[in-house]
């Protein structure tokens, strides 16, 4: 902690120091990460197409996204931190024309182990793009509007997280799953170009550290940093929820007496779009030094979401109250956990987003790996009862790690 502390006045005078962020780079923020974060979330209204494609078990498909979401880990764990050490705009380049070469992999695979693989490589550099974008918004804004553009920068990741299976649902009806990944590929190409145009140069706060000191300076962040554990740990709990939700949603809608297509399976995605309007809210109470208030209130409706989902098998309107009531408490919490989180350290926000993400890869691929395997056995009650008793846990925890977690620094 000795060697991130050592820039702290440097790297908040600079901070202070730096010009207003133009809307049109706000905006850029924005769609670059939504882009970036669709790729690591186009699987998942796929799954049923990608198990009888590779003649993989409805109860072991999951593993897809398990794959992708241990590619994310990889990517926090050991690219992300990079933001802090070299200059983050060759590094979003370079993050993109590699990613647009997972993403053709994924379209090119035979065979399940290549698949799972170009998943992987697909989850990582997604990821490190998403979260690096997001430092990258943090360390561009003066300290009055960091709120501000880091909030619109994690807007754009939750709309492109639902466009991402909208999207993927219509173009592999229209063309085939295959055609997914190949147009992403394509996009991913021409941002590439774009970020390397318009991005402004930062370079990062000056520290003598090599990449293996840098690496484990974000273990001791981990270590000693208590908001960021509790944070952190609420975060676990709630992408474990919100991909166990989403990770089967296909299953059941994709089969008789349903037969819904990837379109319409993908377009529930869009009813929680108004969770977007309430993770700013959230933003703004959390500056406010109401974070308590925002995340009880978020939990609550997470816990209350499951009632109405478990009610799918009667109606399928019931799955709009419970998505929205699950993206609203779910984005709020997230919004929340890095406005207390990113209040610190302006020259450590790379690790301390990759630190903390760690966690939501956890969640996510634990949450994707357990509901396939509860459908195959108990069906969507079992998911729902599954998800509930998550959302549950991220209450209970909350309530027992209020007084560290809501507090600001």
């Known amino acids: 902690m000795d060697t991130i502390g050592s820039t702290v006045a440097c790297g908040r005078a600079d901070a202070a120091a730096r010009p207003s962020v133009p809307r049109g780079l706000t905006l850029l923020f924005a769609v670059a990460a939504g882009a970036s974060v669709a790729n690591v979330y186009y699987a998942q209204p796929l799954l049923d197409a990608l198990a009888r494609e590779f ?3 409805a109860g072991a498909v999951g593993g897809v996204v ?28 370079v993050q993109a024309l590699l990613l647009c070469a997972a993403l053709a992999g994924v379209g090119c695979a035979g065979s399940t182990p290549v698949l799972l693989g170009a998943m992987l490589l697909t989850g990582l550099l997604g990821t490190a793009m998403t979260q690096g974008l997001i430092a990258y918004a943090a360390g561009a804004a003066p300290d009055g509007e960091r709120g501000r553009v880091v909030g619109a920068a994690q807007g754009g990741v939750f709309i492109g997280l639902l466009l991402a299976r909208v999207l993927a649902g219509a173009v592999s009806d229209l063309a085939g799953w295959r055609s997914v990944y190949f147009g992403a590929a394509a996009a991913m190409l021409a941002l590439a170009a774009l970020l390397w145009r318009r991005l402004p140069h930062l370079p990062p706060v000056r520290q003598r550290l090599r990449y293996a000191a840098l690496i484990g300076s974000m273990f001791a962040l981990l270590r000693h940093d208590r908001v960021l554990q509790v944070r952190g740990g609420l975060a676990l709990l709630m992408f474990a929820a919100f991909n166990i939700f989403w990770s089967a949603l296909v299953l059941p809608l994709s089969a008789p007496p349903y037969n819904l297509s990837h379109t319409a399976i993908g377009a529930f995605g869009l009813v929680g779009a108004v969770g977007a309007l309430a993770a700013a809210r959230a933003g703004r109470l959390a500056d406010r030094g109401r974070a308590a208030q925002a995340t009880f209130a978020a939990l609550l409706l997470l816990l209350a979401a499951w009632l109405p989902l478990a009610w799918m098998e009667r109606s399928l309107w019931a799955l709009v109250p419970g998505i929205l009531l699950l993206d609203i408490g779910g984005q709020a919490i997230h919004v929340t956990n890095q406005s207390l989180i990113l209040r610190a350290a302006p020259e450590a926000h790379s690790r301390l987003v990759g630190a903390y993400m760690l966690f939501y890869a956890a969640g996510s691929g634990a949450g994707a790996l357990a509901t396939t395997a509860v459908y195959a056995h108990a069906g969507w009650r079992g998911v729902c009862l599954l998800g509930a008793g998550v959302s549950a846990a991220a209450l209970a925890f909350w309530w027992m790690t209020r007084r560290c977690g809501a507090d600001a620094r």
């Open 66 to 93: 398990t794959a992708t979401q241990a590619g994310c880990a990889l990517a926090l764990l050991l690219v992300v931190p990079l933001g802090d050490l070299v200059e983050r705009r060759r590094l979003m380049a």
């Open 55 to 57: 003649a993989i078990d």
